[in-house]
């Protein structure tokens, strides 16, 4: 499982790279920061499941499971049953539909405001990784998967054309804010 989350996230962020590489026709050595920037931005959002784990829910079996790993310094084994067992927790600090429209602000932010190219390629491959995670399900079908950690922090029931919407205008967004970085 571990092996499959991460390869699928490398291979979407390294098509993405390729293709803003190949847009923005400058061979510079500052395309390295852009591709470097593009990897750690990739992983960075996933830092909310050891949030969750840790510090926010340390309660629930899986959080304790996590934490003897790491107090037995397990590093590799603690990653794996975080993969593993991701589906289980959906009250996700920054895999929501709250917090998305908030990175895409960071994300224009550091497009216009900066001349960063780690900068704009790490939020940019945050909002990549958070799209990609929820084009799986909703193409997938899972309607009740994609409700319930996207839109856990909405009260009111979101039915699947609203997912559907928010997902595409979520995508539209981001593909305007590549512009931006081409």
Not at 46 to 57: E, G, N
Not at 75 to 93: N, P, Y
Not at 100 to 115: A, E, R
Not at 150 to 176: A, D, R
Request: net charge positive.
């Amino acid at each position: 499982m571990l092996k499959r989350e991460v390869t699928s996230h490398l291979l979407v962020t390294l098509a993405w790279l390729g293709i803003v590489t190949l847009l923005r026709w400058s061979w510079h050595w500052n395309l390295i920061l852009l591709w470097l920037g593009g990897f750690v931005g990739t992983f960075l959002l996933d830092t909310d499941h050891l949030l969750y784990t840790l510090i926010i829910y340390p309660q629930e079996l899986t959080s304790m499971r996590v934490r003897r790993l790491l107090e037995l310094r397990r590093f590799k084994e603690a990653l794996v049953l975080l993969t593993d067992t991701h589906e289980e927790r959906f009250k996700s600090s920054f895999h929501n539909a709250l917090f998305q429209p908030i990175l895409y602000v960071v994300c224009f932010f550091v497009l216009t405001s900066t001349g960063s190219l780690f900068g704009a390629s790490l939020v940019m491959a945050m909002a990549l990784h958070l799209l990609k995670d929820e084009l799986e399900p909703l193409l997938l079908g899972r309607e009740e998967y994609l409700r319930k950690w996207l839109f856990w922090q909405i009260k009111t029931e979101v039915s699947f054309y609203n997912q559907k919407l928010f997902v595409v205008l979520m995508l539209i967004v981001f593909l305007g804010l590549n512009l931006l970085l081409i």
